[in-house]
């Protein structure tokens, strides 16, 4: 089991109790707006179990972490990253609306990204987010992402084309968190 400590914050690696959490933020329309179409249960089911799967450097499937606050254990959201080709991973979050704006997401991301440039030992990461989600982008860009373009009509969304955000990190590029 993979767990990440912040000073607020314990990101750990998804288990079949996370069930519930998990179905309700995909079924969040708030939480889906930029991200996907409504899903059935099965659906979102089928994008659950693989993330269950013991994640280890390689792994071809993501590295899915429940992040929480430290002094409740409350469900706060979720992060993590996948990688897509060799030493290079893509990083992706999302969180309950009523976790949204407090700096769980900045913090989280933090972890996540010193732990891929670490322990799973990527040079590169990349984020891509739909034109119009703000916060996600302000997030990564905090976190030391860069603006690398923009794909036109590269995301179908509510029956319309969306462009989508790429931005990057580099290892050498990451101000790593103080112990």
């Given amino acids: 089991m993979i767990e990440l400590i912040t000073p607020r914050l314990t990101c750990s690696s998804l288990s079949e109790a ?3 959490f998990f179905l309700s933020l995909y079924q969040n329309p708030a ?4 991200v996907m179409d409504e899903l059935s249960e099965t659906d979102i089911r089928e994008a659950f179990d693989p993330r269950l799967a013991p994640w280890t450097p390689g792994a071809e499937h993501w590295l899915c972490l429940v992040v929480r ?8 959201g979720l992060t993590g990253f996948i990688q897509r080709e060799t030493a290079i991973a893509e990083v992706g979050f999302i969180f309950s609306p009523a976790a949204q704006g407090k700096g769980y997401g900045f913090e989280s991301l933090q972890a996540v ?3 891929a440039f670490t322990e799973g030992a990527m040079r590169r990461l990349s984020a891509t987010v739909t034109v119009g989600n703000k916060a996600s982008r302000r997030l990564l860009e905090k976190t030391g992402f860069v603006l690398e373009g923009e ?10 084309w969306h462009n989508d955000w790429l931005l990057g990190l580099l290892r050498s590029e990451f101000v790593f968190p103080s112990p």
């Fill in 18 to 20: 996370d069930w519930p």
């Fill in 31 to 34: 939480v889906m707006r930029f």
């Fill in 69 to 76: 606050d430290r002094e409740q254990g409350h469900p706060l």
């Fill in 113 to 115: 990204c010193d732990f």
């Fill in 151 to 160: 794909l036109r009509e590269s995301y179908q969304l509510g029956g319309k």
